[in-house]
């Protein structure tokens, strides 16, 4: 089993819960785009499962704490951790905020054995965490089965009926702490009876499709994927079946690299000025990162494993190893260096002195690009990526929300009616989905007719409120709809009333020069409480402007202006 | 042709079109030169590598809109003032058929501070509501405006903003630099953001409503006249006459030579037009 490598990872159990600060006893559920990405314990015991709407998570625990999807503030709340493992091995990979993993080999030894450094690490962990989430700790052959050993804990049962096969120590410490170590070898038959399904799992190296595939096929565990000759799954998934394959076999996704990554991939900026915060390094990084991308596509490569340093005026350096396991992204770098920075500008005592003057990117490990690339955008570097702009929109939309509230972010939606007013409404933002279409923001969302809708074109602005105006005859009468939908006289002037100001004194007061209506409404006529009886005039004004009136209960008032 | 504005990814322009306009030339591209191994994959890469056009530096617009823009587009990284003179109307129509061109092609647009903003007409004009995302209030504290623009012009390629809000002037120059950085374009609906100049200028010298008689008929088409003025590129002004919209409900050029009375046929008086319903409304 050469060709493995003997990894530990860690594992911080709802990790997104515990960096926003909410003790795991509390149900609580993080959001993304209205669906749960992480649960604390609690909630999962009322019955919160993951990719569930915020609705249904909230109709079965109606208690459930909301928190927003914040992976910055994952990241942040997690560089203290990897910052202490520092000391226990200088190589930390970081796959994703409560997520890191290390080679064993050197570290192993030092410590005395694997198990003596799985509990080294748990404590070191548990320390930081100081008892606010549960750490688990897994060692094994390849970086998949540890993370697996890690997530599993000692007691789950597809693991202890094969006890003879698998020789895991699992240890509690005060409930908080597990570590699992799988004997050297010992991978596959680890592997053997776990669900396929953990192939799927966020980070890990096939999508659902594939999953799904392999089930309705009947191959329902790891081992009986492992089983299968390769050459056919080969044959039948091409690239992502043989990556899972490889994994269920308990061997690392791909062989390892045998020559490190050339020099000239490694890209440096100065940021000048030097940088005081994180936004302007993060924009020097996507710069670098797009610079990174295109001297990758030129060779073929893709970065699976990155190291983003950063170094100060002040000569203090930090460095960070990433990994992910698709392919880096621009976007993805660009995210990780912010994370990282953020992270070094909240860590306390190890903070910077002074600002932000040198940023580095190194990739770690390369792999031939193809097959796995998630999005290498086909248009080249400067095509638009829907997805990729989706989820740059929703970003700052999380921003805007964070500064205003929820309900201040709002995105159209079309809607029966007969006023340029009722016939698109405004939703909170957080009700939906930005990465997805909305067809209820398309204009045939809306089938029904509606007979005596005010005619096209739309006002291009609408009064809300509508403003108090006075509608005079050539003689200087108050213009008056009857009963039977007639104007008393042709209306001659309007007076406009400005925001607050009556329609009285101080109004403006122009000459109408063409005009028609009035279009009369008798709305809910069936509902003493709601009826409203109204008519509509739309008039041109000697300055060339047009508007919108309504009439009601001998009132006028411009209900829209066409600007 | 090319821009070089402070686009980060404008990187790389000085030699790119010029292999883009060799291989479109159709002139034989001459042969590596003594390119052998490493440095001659690298100059093939380099040949071969998608190239950034001027057009990627600006977002599209409506075709009738097109020739009033410097390059037939709106510059990413710039602040458009849209505005009309003083006692006409037609500032919030054109800033939405601004936007309309780059909403169509899949970018998304933002509104903030424009609370009586009409929806249905964004819809008329071309907006696609579906990226569309309105901030109607942000916010009764100075700051705030400039906080909540600055994180919009981060994730959105057109924002629209009352040039009338809340901004202070170091806080529009400040946006201003943070949509250079970012490549997304500014409208302020409503005339130049306090304190700045902005470097394109459009507004509407004039607007008359037609289809509308003495009681009867509705409002159908306007014609608006648009004056375009600005520095750089945008210093040579145009003028432009549009259809705002026009009676198909689309934003379309006034055809110079159309004539409301067309040539009446020899001895037909049959193809004489129905009065036109705007024909008592005048600009």
Known sequence: ?563 | MFDHGGVARAEGLAHDPVTGERAAGGSPAPAPRGGTGAAGLAELAGRVRPTDLARDLRLPVLPALEPLLPGAGLRRGTTVAVAARPGVTGATSLALALAAGASRAGSWVAAVGLGSLGLVAADELGLSLERLVVVADPGRERGGWASVVAALVDGFDVVLVAAGGRLRAPDARRLVARVRERGSVLLAVGGDLPGERSPLRLAVTSSSWQGLGDGWGHLRGRRVAVAVEGRGEAARGRRAELWLPGPDGTVAPVEPVADPIPLRPPGGAAARPAPAEGAGEAG
Do not use: K
């Not at chain 1, 005859?473 to 939908?485: I, K, S, W």
């Open chain 1, 1 to 563: 089993m050469a060709e493995v490598t003997r990894t530990l990872v860690v594992w911080c159990a709802d990790w997104p819960v515990v960096a926003a600060g909410v003790p795991l006893e509390v149900p609580a559920a993080v959001f993304h785009a209205n669906r749960v990405v992480a649960t604390s314990p609690a909630a999962r015991a009322e019955g919160v499962e993951r990719h569930m709407r915020r609705r249904d998570a909230q109709a079965r625990c109606p208690e459930l704490v909301v928190l927003a999807h914040d992976p910055a503030g994952e990241a942040r709340a997690f560089e203290p951790v990897v910052a202490a493992l520092e000391a226990v091995t200088p190589r930390v990979e970081i796959t994703h905020p409560g997520a890191c993993a290390f080679p064993t080999r050197g570290p192993s030894r030092y410590h005395g054995g694997d198990e003596a450094l799985a509990e080294r690490t748990a404590a070191v962990v548990a320390e930081v965490l100081g008892g606010r989430g549960f750490v688990r700790v897994g060692v094994a052959d390849g970086r998949f089965a540890a993370t697996l050993a890690a997530r599993h804990r000692s007691g789950n049962p597809a693991v202890a009926r094969h006890p003879a096969a698998w020789r895991g120590r699992g240890r509690e410490a005060g409930g908080s702490v597990a570590t699992t170590v799988v004997p050297p070898g010992g991978s596959p038959a680890f592997l053997a009876p776990l669900p396929v399904r953990e192939l799927a799992e966020p980070g890990g190296p096939a999508g659902p499709e594939l999953v799904d595939v392999l089930e309705r096929l009947g191959v329902r565990t790891l081992g009986d994927l492992a089983a299968l000759p390769l050459a056919e799954v080969v044959g039948r998934f091409g690239a992502e079946g043989r990556a899972a394959h490889r994994l269920a076999s308990g061997l690392d996704e791909r062989l390892p690299a045998t020559a490190p990554p050339p020099d000239d991939l490694t890209l440096a900026a100065e940021i000048d000025p030097p940088a005081e915060r994180v936004e302007a390094a993060a924009f020097v990084a996507r710069g670098l990162a797009d610079e990174l991308q295109r001297r990758l596509a030129d060779r073929g490569s893709a970065c699976t494993r990155l190291v983003v340093g950063a170094e100060t005026e002040h000569g203090e350096t930090h460095e960070r190893v990433w990994r992910t396991e698709g392919t880096f992204t621009p976007l993805a770098i660009a995210e990780r260096v912010r994370w990282q920075l953020d992270g070094w500008l909240h860590a306390g005592a190890h903070r910077p002195t002074r600002a932000l003057a040198r940023l580095w990117l190194a990739p770690d490990e390369i792999v031939p690009a193809g097959g796995r690339q998630l999005a290498f955008s086909a248009g080249g570097p400067g095509a638009v990526d829907p997805v990729e702009v989706g989820e740059r929109v929703a970003r700052s939309l999380a921003r805007v929300q964070g500064l205003l509230g929820v309900e201040a972010v709002r995105v159209p939606e079309w809607r029966g009616g007969r006023g340029p007013a009722e016939r698109v409404g405004l939703v909170p933002v957080a009700t939906t989905d930005v990465t997805e279409p909305r067809p209820a923001a398309r204009r045939d969302h809306v089938r029904a007719p509606w007979p005596g809708v005010v005619p096209d074109p739309a006002p291009a602005t609408v009064h809300d409120p509508p403003l108090p105006a006075e509608v005079l005859d050539a003689a200087g009468r108050p213009v008056r709809v009857g009963g039977r939908g007639e104007v008393s006289a042709p209306p001659a002037t309007v007076a406009l009333g400005g925001p607050g100001a009556g329609p009285a004194a101080g109004a403006r007061r122009v000459e109408v020069v063409a005009w028609a209506g009035p279009w009369p409404y008798d709305e809910r006529w069936w509902d003493p409480g709601r009826h409203r009886r109204r008519a509509r005039l739309q008039v041109a004004t000697a300055e060339g402007a047009a508007h919108l009136l309504a009439v009601e209960g001998g009132r006028w008032w411009v209900e829209a202006t066409y600007d």
